[in-house]
């Protein structure tokens, strides 16, 4: 049967991180799914998040999944632990569910001198307060400032983050979070959309300070993960194959979905 991993996101940015895991494990099969006709996720309640969340997944793993990535921070926030601790016991216990929060978050105390990161997310992220609690488990002494960005996702669904009030916006969140905290030496891109807006933050910010992305680091973690689960491993087909599902019309999803991956797509219309 065939068993791709499943990469789940409420929109378009977990794509980043699809892009990231299939340049290092290229020879695994991927089934993408966009819950795009219910996005954001950022602003939905903790309830609603888990919910639309717990559907994906339950849809992922009736198309074959083993392991599903939960390629969004705000359902990593909001839905991973319960899916993990309530649900999987019931529906799935042999299936696992994995977050993007955490790769993160346990080697972040190796990028900063200082001790000060800064996080920028959406809103439901900082709400969650995910980030300080998860980094303070692998390096206590960090101070962490968070910042929610509300207007990214937008703009950079609408190709409107290149432009000079796109980009404006962008600089006043930036230059916000790092007049919070003037020592911050790394600032971490907690949501999947805003790899995209990554040399642009670059640009505008203190050469001493280092952007990171999570997809590389998400990417290294799960080939880590596969390792040390050969029996989870073992059922993942690897065939070099990438499907893509979405809750929103197809041919909407497509024409996004390039400004990606940087590739066309063909993407099923599916409903939850």
């Known amino acids: 049967m065939n068993s791709p991993i499943g990469i789940f996101d409420s929109g378009y940015g977990g794509l980043t991180i699809l892009s990231d895991i299939q340049k290092r494990l290229p020879q ?7 819950d795009n006709a219910r996005a954001p996720y950022g ?6 998040v888990y919910e639309f969340t717990l559907e994906a997944v339950e849809e992922l793993f009736s ?16 839905a991973l632990r ?17 977050g993007v ?3 993160s978050t346990e080697i972040i105390g190796e990028f900063s001198k200082t ?14 307060d995910s980030y300080p609690i998860e980094i303070k488990k692998f390096s206590p002494n960090t101070i962490v400032t968070q910042l929610a960005c509300s207007m990214w996702v937008p703009l950079i669904e609408n190709s409107r983050h290149t432009s000079i009030a796109g980009q404006l916006f962008i600089k006043e969140d930036v230059e916000k979070l ?73 041919d909407d999803f497509d024409k996004k979905a390039s400004l990606f991956l940087g590739a066309q797509i063909k993407s099923q219309h599916i409903k939850l």
Do not use: M, W
């Not at 695994?28 to 966009?34: E, I, M, Q, V």
């Not at 602003?43 to 609603?48: E, G, L, P, Y």
């Not at 001790?115 to 969650?128: C, D, Q, R, Y």
């Open 28 to 34: 695994y099969d991927f089934l993408y799914l966009g």
């Open 43 to 48: 602003t939905r309640s903790f309830d609603v």
């Open 63 to 78: 198309r074959g999944c083993e392991l599903v990535i939960l390629a969004c921070n705000t359902a990593s926030a909001k």
């Open 82 to 98: 319960t899916i993990q601790q309530n649900d999987l016991p019931l529906i799935a216990p042999n299936k696992r569910v994995l």
């Open 101 to 103: 929060i955490r790769p």
């Open 115 to 128: 001790n000060h990161v800064g996080i920028l997310a959406t809103e439901g992220t900082v709400k969650s």
């Open 178 to 250: 790092i007049s919070n905290d003037p020592e911050i030496d790394v600032i971490i891109l907690g949501c999947t959309h805003y790899p995209i807006l990554k040399s642009f933050i670059e640009s505008i910010i203190p050469s001493n300070i280092k952007v990171i992305a999570q997809g590389p680091i998400i990417a290294e973690k799960l080939e880590n993960y596969l390792e040390r689960h050969p029996e989870l491993e073992a059922k993942c087909s690897k065939s070099g194959q990438v499907s893509f599902l979405t809750t929103e019309n197809s």
